[in-house]
């Protein structure tokens, strides 16, 4: 059995989720939707 969580680390500031999120949907717009990208 495999468990998998996708949430934040608690010590990371507002401000810090923001840019994660903001670089994560840049490199999905650049690489597209369906790219074999691997563990991000």
């Given at each position: 059995?495999?468990?998998?969580?996708?949430?934040?680390?608690?010590?990371?500031?507002?401000?810090?989720?923001?840019?994660?999120?903001?670089s994560?949907?840049?490199?999905?717009?650049?690489?597209?939707?369906?790219?074999?990208?691997?563990?991000?």
């Open positions: 059995m495999v468990l998998i969580f996708d949430i934040w680390h608690p010590m990371l500031t507002a401000t810090e989720r923001q840019l994660v999120k903001e994560l949907e840049g490199i999905m717009a650049f690489y597209g939707q369906d790219a074999p990208l691997g563990e991000l």
